[in-house]
């Protein structure tokens, strides 16, 4: 390897080793990661809002990063912390977890998302998938599938966990076009658009008979009606941010994963026949496609809460750590022939849900979200093809995820 990184990518701010974000494409990994993984594990890089940050790449350095409590997700929420990019909603969601769990809240947060839950949902989802690709038959092709299969699938999954109206989908997957951007700077219209989805939340919690509502929603209503209602008002507030956090995060994620993984399958027509003849294979199928996918389109942030190193590079208390899960999920020292898409790899110890105290508290919503869809897809659309060449997919631009504007398949 040489001294600079690859590509077209050479121009970069005075004293960082690359450019940052890398590449916007979700299709390709990007050129620099075996270049960083090499020459710059832990590489200086300069945030979207300016800030200094050290840039892990490797699967040993990330996966320390992720496992030692030196390195704090709830330190990027303190004042003055450094930043990946402005934010679009209140920086304390940031301490949700550790809130929930002084609050009480942590067991019904937990219920929801348990694997029990999720399996007596499964069949929901299952009906939601076939009825979602019945319309596409009957639309005929060309269509794009992110808005017609993709996003409202998606939307519903989490509807049902959450409890929330089904028919309010469009309204609450259309919030997530602000609040999940990755701007350099504040803008007005990010805190309108997180206090409008506050209010429909809240209304939701306070309506009469919130407390018998189905999934998360009715177990928070009656949270709050343990707490005294309208009095608890700190209370009230999180239960709220709660419920609307959850569905923005975990709309965004499994939907961005979900878009890339049908990609993934149809540029590798192998692959996708194997999967579609062998749909028990679905699980591990799934856990490959989560290693090899891109959809985190920035890193991981931590703040170093004392002076310390990785791989030899000092690091200072209050420094900002990115992780780069693609590097990680790439790297040879771990996954054999990591650019060759896999179904059957096994074992598979990707970093997609993260790793250690803030591992991903819905693994097995997401698991399922796309197992399910995935063998609805491949059992009903066997033919799926993209209808237009890799290089004229658009690739959305100033968001937390990779994820194309549109998805055109044809069958």
Not at 43 to 52: E, F, M, Q
Not at 111 to 129: M, N
Not at 132 to 144: H, K, T, Y
Not at 182 to 206: C, S
């Amino acid at each position: 390897m040489s001294g600079q990184p690859p590509g077209e990518r050479t121009a970069h701010p005075a004293g960082t080793d690359v450019a940052f974000p890398l590449s916007r494409r979700g299709d390709l990994v990007p050129d620099e990661c075996a270049w960083l993984r090499d020459e710059r594990p832990v590489a200086r890089v300069r945030t979207l809002a300016g800030d200094p940050a050290w840039l892990v790449s490797t699967y040993e350095l990330a996966t320390r990063v992720l496992d030692d409590e030196t390195f704090s997700l709830s330190a990027t929420a303190a004042p003055g912390a450094r930043q990946q990019y402005a934010p679009t909603f209140p920086i304390e969601i940031r301490k949700n977890l550790s809130r929930i769990k002084d609050e009480g809240m942590r067991d019904a947060v937990m219920q929801a998302l348990s694997p029990r839950a999720i399996k007596e949902a499964t069949g929901q989802f299952r009906r939601r998938a076939e009825a979602l690709i019945d319309e596409v038959l009957a639309e005929g092709p060309p269509v794009d599938l992110k808005d017609r299969f993709t996003d409202p699938y998606t939307a519903h999954v989490m509807c049902t966990v959450l409890g929330l109206p089904d028919d309010d989908w469009r309204r609450l997957m259309s919030g997530l076009d602000i609040s999940i951007m990755t701007a350099p700077r504040p803008f007005e219209g990010a805190m309108a658009n997180w206090d409008k989805g506050m209010a429909y939340m809240a209304g939701l919690l306070r309506a009469p008979g919130a407390t018998e509502a189905p999934g998360l929603l009715g177990a928070l209503a009656r949270v709050r009606a343990d707490s005294g209602g309208e009095e608890g008002a700190d209370t009230d507030e999180h239960l709220t941010m709660t419920l609307h956090s959850l569905f923005e995060a975990g709309a965004v994620s499994t939907s961005a994963f979900l878009t890339l993984a049908i990609m993934l399958l149809l540029r590798d027509t192998g692959q996708r026949r194997w999967l579609g003849d062998h749909p028990e294979a679905i699980g591990p199928a799934v856990e490959e496609l989560l290693r090899y996918n891109l959809s985190i389109g920035d890193a991981l942030p931590r703040i170093a809460t004392r002076d310390t190193e990785l791989g030899g590079t000092p690091v200072a208390a209050g420094d900002l750590v990115l992780v780069l899960v693609e590097g990680a999920n790439h790297d040879p020292a771990v996954f054999r022939d990591p650019g060759r898409l896999d179904l059957t790899r096994t074992p598979n110890p990707h970093l997609a849900f993260g790793s250690g105290r803030h591992y991903c508290p819905a693994t097995t919503l997401a698991r399922a979200h796309a197992a399910t869809a995935l063998t609805a897809l491949l059992a009903r659309l066997p033919g799926l093809r993209l209808a237009v060449p890799d290089e004229e997919i658009g690739w959305r631009s100033g968001w937390i995820k990779r994820t194309p504007e549109r998805l055109p398949v044809l069958w």
